[in-house]
């Protein structure tokens, strides 16, 4: 169990069930990750917060959506995704109120 399996998870749901719809959205985000440098992402849980690290590590530049998140839970996010972009020496950008480009490191942002 990973520190992402912690937020939105159904008590009732089984963690196989969970693992396996991660992997195939994981699988489905890194054939598209083919298609170019920059991913956009509307966040809508916490499980989206583990997509948006993955695709920086493989090196896309991520843009994400926090508009449709309560401020306490796009407060949260935005702290993962800051800590995560922290450790991999990458870079933050404010594009507008609750939009952000996240950048992997070797990217610089004007």
């Known amino acids: 169990m990973g520190v992402f399996d ?11 069930t969970t693992r396996n719809s991660f992997k195939e959205t994981f699988t ?3 054939e598209e990750s083919k298609k170019g440098p920059v991913a956009v992402f509307a966040v809508k849980s916490y499980e989206d917060v583990a997509l948006i690290i993955d695709s920086i590590k493989l090196g896309k530049t991520a843009v994400v959506h926090l ?10 996010v935005l702290d993962m995704l800051s800590g995560a972009i922290y450790a991999l020496n990458g870079g933050i950008y404010e594009m507008q109120k609750n939009v952000f480009m996240f950048s992997p490191t ?5």
């Open 67 to 76: 508009t449709e998140l309560k401020t306490e839970t796009a407060i949260r």
């Open 6 to 16: 912690l937020f939105g998870k159904n008590p009732k749901q089984n963690e196989s």
């Open 28 to 30: 489905e985000q890194k």
């Open 106 to 110: 070797g990217v610089e942002l004007n």
